[in-house]
């Protein structure tokens, strides 16, 4: 007998997580492609890690700029 059983999931030692981080946000209900798309950048320069916004983030951070801040 197998000891093994397969409920149809993927194996979490497998995937990236990139696959994992896409994975969970696609299991929402009513969820589409672009929720998993990237937010965020994330750069090293001397040694220094910089998180910036992705400009393709469908949702940012804070209120929307005022007119003036467009400017």
Request: net charge negative; proline share 10%.
């Amino acid at each position: 007998m197998d000891d093994t059983t397969n409920n149809g999931d993927a194996d979490d030692t497998e995937m990236t997580k990139e696959e994992k981080r896409r994975d969970q946000l696609l299991a929402a209900p009513d969820a589409v492609e672009s929720d998993a798309a990237p937010r965020i950048e994330v750069s090293e320069h001397d040694g220094n890690t910089r998180i910036d916004i992705a400009d393709t983030a469908a949702v940012r951070p804070g209120p929307p700029p005022t007119p003036e801040e467009d400017a």
